[in-house]
């Protein structure tokens, strides 16, 4: 399955009055890495309007963090995104979040395609076989990647 890596530096923004990221931070620093996945891979992560006048969209339905060790202001984490699951309608990601290589959190959230516009309410829709096909493939390490890798 396919997976995505980036990285982060923690604002002030995203700190409490006790000076650690908030919690709920977690949850957006997740859903950022999902939609720069998605944008990776040609896909609208937000409201995307088609010609026949739906929008669809990306909505949640489950959504899970554990929090292993705090991070603070101007720390960089790293969050590493693997597709779990490939529904008809569902995504399921998980998420491993970590600083200096010790780890921070670790979530889980269920996004469904969906028809943002329907008249009866949201309603799923299958995910488009192209998207499909790319994330139960997995990528292909970089260069870089192979040579570490044949080195080891």
Excluded at 37 to 59: K, N
Excluded at 86 to 96: I, M, N, Q
Aim: glycine share 10%; charged share 20%.
């Amino acid at each position: 399955m396919h997976e995505y890596r980036t990285r982060r530096r923690i604002e002030f923004s995203d700190t409490d009055a006790g000076g650690i990221a908030h919690f709920a931070r977690f949850f957006v620093f997740m859903e950022i890495a999902e939609h720069e996945l998605l944008r990776s891979l040609g896909a609208d992560p937000g409201a995307a309007p088609e010609a026949d006048g739906r929008v669809v969209g990306w909505p949640r339905v489950a959504a899970a963090c554990e929090f292993l060790s705090p991070v603070r202001f101007g720390d960089e984490i790293d969050v590493h995104l693997q597709v779990l699951r490939v529904g008809r309608t569902s995504l399921t990601f998980g998420f491993a979040l970590s600083c200096d290589g010790t780890p921070v959190a670790r979530g889980r959230t269920t996004t469904v395609y969906a028809v943002l516009n329907a008249p009866g309410g949201i309603q799923p829709i299958p995910i488009p076989p192209a998207l499909r096909a790319q994330l139960e493939e997995a990528p292909q390490p970089a260069a870089g990647e192979l040579r570490a890798r044949a080195g080891s």
